[in-house]
């Protein structure tokens, strides 16, 4: 493995390294409900302000490590491309917010200027994924740690735009959680400005957060069967409706109908450590029958919707649940030597799934590695 892979390895040991120092379970309920708890302290007490230095430090590091690349990620100089011909005044294939983006920065920076808006996106995208784990994760260390290891933060040097869109509505889901549907819609259309395909989680997160709510029915269970039992015949019908917002998918090389087997793998794995620890974890915790449904939806997703071109655009903002609901569902259960053994599991297969990202980040498509940097390159 090249060299430059350990600018990502290293990466990731130092900023978990800092996620120990966070202990954020006490505060969650807090951030989440959007009002002081009773009889918490006015202001950061000790504990708040050593989470916000540890946090800090995390932004800094993976901020600056995105900011300053330079021709790392598969669609980098396709966006480049595209910046001339925005200043052309050409048609490109671009949600108008962020052309409007592109546009204001070459106003500032001048024309075929391309860093500044790569920098702008690292600091946004990675600001709305740390955020949401401030706001939601009770086992931080943990969360962060998947969040690198299932490569969503590496992955957002990749495809820009649609990564910003998956840290928002990591970010917006606290809205849904807090019943708050109308400022979560809000925040979606603005994440729709830079790239619509966030639309589909307005449906989804307010129908998993209504299933957490309430005991499920025998109408609900009918209900998802239907849904199902369309994703598997009606298969045309969802294609005609998804070209008709994405045309250019049609016959693409996205569109090759291929199962994507490890994420089966990882849904379905998750789902079995949720009905194991049901009891200690899902059952009586809201927010964690709100992640389990998510990652439901994901499995079923990936198992009836290969026939959707690039599944895991859609299935991403389903399964980022698992960032909160693995740790969550670790952090109630019952602790003794098997829940240890969960936590062992977890750590190993995510760390071996990281190496078989690193191994896939030369591939031409995703171009993750080498590593360069507009500094030392």
């Not at 379970?25 to 918490?40: E, H, I, N, P």
């Not at 820009?160 to 928002?168: E, Q, T």
């Not at 990652?295 to 079923?300: D, I």
């Not at 071996?352 to 591939?363: I, P, T």
Request: hydrophobic fraction near 50%; include cysteine.
């Amino acid at each position: 493995m090249e060299k430059s892979a350990l600018v990502y390895i290293v990466l990731t040991l130092v900023t978990v390294g800092f996620g120990f120092c966070v202990r954020n379970s006490a505060y969650t309920a807090g951030y989440l409900s959007g009002r002081r708890m009773s009889g918490a302290p006015v202001g950061y007490d000790r504990q708040q302000a050593r989470n916000l230095v540890a946090e800090t430090a995390v932004f800094c590091l993976l901020a600056g490590v995105s900011a300053c690349r330079i021709a790392v990620g598969g669609d980098y100089w396709v966006y480049w491309l595209k910046f001339q011909l925005i200043d052309q005044g050409r048609h490109v294939s671009y949600e108008k917010g962020f052309v409007g983006l592109v546009k204001l920065f070459h106003w500032i920076f001048g024309e075929g200027s391309y860093l500044p808006i790569f920098g702008f996106f690292s600091l946004v995208t990675v600001f709305f994924f740390l955020k949401a784990l401030h706001d939601q994760a009770d086992w931080y260390v943990v969360s962060l740690f998947l969040l690198l290891t299932q490569g969503f933060y590496f992955n957002s040097m990749n495809s820009v735009r649609y990564y910003f869109a998956l840290a928002l509505a990591m970010y917006a889901q606290k809205y849904v959680l807090r019943g708050e549907y109308g400022k979560f819609i809000l925040w979606v259309l603005l994440g729709c400005t830079i790239h619509k395909s966030v639309l589909l989680i307005i449906p989804a997160y307010i129908a998993a957060d209504l299933l957490s709510r309430v005991r499920l029915k025998k109408w609900h269970y009918a209900v998802g069967l239907l849904l199902i039992l369309s994703l598997i015949f009606g298969q045309g019908f969802y294609r005609n409706l998804i070209f008709k917002f994405y045309p250019y998918y049609k016959d693409s090389m996205f569109d090759n109908g291929q199962l994507s087997y490890v994420n089966i793998g990882k849904c379905l794995a998750v789902l079995i450590l949720c009905l194991i620890y049901w009891k200690d974890s899902i059952r009586d915790d809201r927010r964690n029958r709100y992640y389990f449904y998510l990652n439901l939806a994901g499995l079923v997703l990936y198992t009836c919707g290969s026939f959707i071109p690039e599944v895991s655009r859609v299935a991403y903002y389903l399964i980022q649940s698992q960032i909160f609901l693995i740790p969550g569902v670790l952090w109630n259960a019952k602790k003794g030597w098997f829940r240890n053994l969960c936590i062992v599991g977890v750590v190993a297969a995510y760390l071996l799934y990281f190496v078989m990202l690193l191994r896939g980040m030369y591939d031409v498509e995703i171009r993750l590695l080498p590593y360069l940097n507009w500094i030392f390159n």
